[in-house]
């Protein structure tokens, strides 16, 4: 199966009634690839990242993860709806962090590195201690592992949601947004951290962001979506540098004339 991409959406749409937020998509991402997903509000891309999430339901077509469909599940020969358990076994492959932290605000740093991989996973205590001690220490707040979210900045708290969803051992890692809740001079520290996770584990990062110059570094690959549609993909040196669609274009020049 290690032939296949990491992640696929095949045919995949989704819709709100009347409303089609996402149109028959397709996308192969490749084990290890870091893609960058840009383009304006309401254009189906954070829709991507909770569908991989199970946040949202698809309405059609299949979504496959690490070689194995996550929606459907193969019965006699068909692809079937999947049963829970089923979904839930695939998505243990994949983190997330969100724009807004979600921590656990009566646990410590430690305490919310600790807690899924124990309860989820049947992690010993003590090992998964030395695991989020290592995480901590990696987003550089081993010194704050004992304090709660209140006592921690933004930039502190989403560096601790970033090793918490790391302490799963995920092959799959989902950014959406994560500086946009965050002060402007916090968003460095995050962005470096999300820069060393992608050169010192080999995972799969799909990201959401307007931190243009960040994805113009950090990505493989951009992806510009316009109205529930992959408008423009590629390299980012082409994307950014000599978009082909006039949608792009008109879309980065907004972006890069407002920053």
């Not at 893609?35 to 309401?42: A, K």
């Not at 189906?44 to 469909?69: H, Q, S, Y």
């Amino acid at each position: 199966m290690n032939d296949m991409p990491m992640v696929r959406f095949e045919n995949v749409s989704k819709r709100y009634g009347a409303l089609t937020v996402l149109d028959n998509l397709n996308l192969d991402i490749g084990r290890g690839e870091k893609v960058s997903i840009i383009g304006p509000s309401g254009s189906g891309k954070t829709t991507v990242l909770r569908m991989l999430m199970t946040l949202e339901a698809i309405n059609d077509g299949v979504l496959w993860v690490d070689g194995e469909p996550m929606t459907h599940m193969m019965q006699n020969g068909k692809l079937v709806p999947a049963t829970t358990k089923h979904i839930r076994r695939i998505r243990a492959k994949i983190g997330m962090v969100f724009q807004s932290f979600n921590l656990f605000p009566h646990m410590t740093a430690m305490g919310n590195c600790i807690e899924a991989p124990i309860t989820v996973l049947g992690m010993k205590r003590s090992e998964a201690e030395e695991r989020a001690a290592e995480l901590l220490d990696m987003v550089g707040l081993s010194a704050k592992k004992d304090h709660y979210p209140s006592q921690l900045s933004g930039g502190q708290q989403q560096r601790v949601a970033i090793a918490r969803a790391l302490a799963m051992r995920p092959k799959i890692m989902l950014f959406d947004e994560v500086t946009s809740a965050l002060d402007p001079e916090l968003v460095g520290e995050v962005l470096q951290v999300i820069r060393k996770i992608g050169h010192e584990h080999d995972l799969t990062m799909l990201m959401v962001t307007h931190q243009m110059g960040f994805a113009k570094e950090f990505s493989d690959r951009v992806c510009f979506f316009y109205q529930g549609k992959i408008c423009e993909q590629g390299a980012p040196a082409e994307i950014f540098g000599n978009p082909k669609n006039e949608r792009t274009r008109q879309f980065l020049n907004a972006v890069l004339e407002a920053g």
